[in-house]
Every structure is written in C-alpha cells, then in structure tokens.
Nanobody
Framework: QVQLVESGGRLVQAGGSLRLSCAASGRTFSTYTMGWFRQAPGKEREFVATIRSSDSTFYADSVKGRFTISRDNAKNTVYLQMNSLKPDDTAAYYC????????????????WGQGTQVTVSS
C-alpha cells in the first residue's frame, strides 16, 4: 500500500509560480511511475505530467514548457514546478503512483492522493 500526500497549493496571481510536492510512503517509491493530474469543477480529471522510474518525463501539451515534474527518491517525493501560471490552470491537483505502464493512462494508476487546490487569479 502506498499513501500519497500533496501539498503546496494556494491562491496565486496569473504569471506566478508554485511548486507542488507529493510525499509517498513505502520502500519501493523509486520503482513507481509517478504522475500529476488535475480536475477543475465540472470537468474530467486530466493528465498533467508523468515521471517514470528511469526519470523520463512526459507532459500534456497545455503545460509543456511551463511545468516541470521531478522526483527525489531519497525523500520519497515527487514535485511539480509550475511557472507562468494561467487562470485555466485553476484546479485540484492530484498525485498518483503506478506500478507499471507508461504513466499516460489515468486507469493505470494504482494509488491517488487527496489533492491540493491551486487557484490562479487574473
């Protein structure tokens, strides 16, 4: 069982930056593919970014060039650095862990955090 706890969400002005963190329990964190998803009110939860055990990364087109996902296996933590934030980035952001797969498919994730709210004001 893996438990995930997100932090770092808050209200920020457009153009600003935030860094989200996701702390994971367990001794096999380094073997998991980790992902960030987001869900705005009334919308489906959507993929944002993923980082595999190999440290390869992949991003949604909407955040490419603005967001960076990284991981620190010594701290069992995955990060999402968000720059040049836009009002459209407003959503609850969720961290997730997958035992296998490319990390692009929401259904492949086995564990989810409770989410952290990011609100970007215009």
């Amino acid at each position: 069982q893996v438990q995930l706890v997100e932090s770092g969400g808050r209200l920020v002005q457009a153009g600003g930056s935030l860094r989200l963190s996701c702390a994971a329990s367990g001794r096999t964190f380094s073997t998991y593919t980790m992902g960030w998803f987001r869900q705005a009110p009334g919308k489906e939860r959507e993929f944002v970014a993923t980082i595999r055990s190999s440290d390869s990364t992949f991003y949604a087109d909407s955040v490419k060039g603005r967001f960076t996902i990284s991981r620190d296996n010594a701290k069992n933590t995955v990060y999402l650095q968000m720059n040049s934030l836009k009002p459209d980035d407003t959503a609850a952001y969720y961290c997730a862990a997958s035992r296998s797969g490319t990390g692009l498919n929401k259904a492949s994730y086995n564990y989810w955090g409770q989410g952290t709210q990011v609100t970007v004001s215009s």
